[in-house]
């Protein structure tokens, strides 16, 4: 069993900083790479940033110069957020490609909610 916790979440008022993380935990062999996605009401989720096992980054644009995403160790991952925007608000989900001893595969967390106040 694989599981994926995001902690991190709460209200700010725009301008304003989060951070962040998530941890995956189970029978974990290897992770690949981990990321951040978001869903806002009535929206479909979408990618906010990812980083790889080596450490190379993916941002959104609505994203870029304001976020970033780290990794401690192999198994969390962090994603920093400076100067939020209202247009922020929505629900953020961890991803990570996990190999376990049966298989590769892509697992999520429950979410996190972020509300940025105006």
């Known amino acids: 069993q694989v599981q994926l916790v995001e902690s991190g979440g709460g209200l700010v008022q725009a301008g304003g900083s989060l951070r962040l993380s998530c941890a995956a935990s189970g029978s974990i062999r290897s992770i690949n790479e981990m990321g951040w996605y978001r869903q806002a009401p009535e929206k479909q989720r979408e990618l906010v940033a990812t980083?790889?096992?080596?450490?190379?980054t993916r941002y959104a644009d609505s994203v870029k110069g304001r976020f970033t995403i780290s990794r401690d160790n192999r198994n969390t991952v962090q994603l920093q957020m400076n100067s939020l925007k209202p247009e922020d608000t929505a629900v953020y989900f961890c991803?990570?490609?996990?190999?376990?001893?049966?298989?590769?595969?892509?697992?999520w967390g429950k979410g996190t909610l972020v509300t940025v106040s105006s």
């Open positions: 980083i790889t096992n080596g450490g190379s």
């Open positions: 991803s990570a490609n996990i190999l376990t001893t049966y298989r590769l595969a892509d697992y």
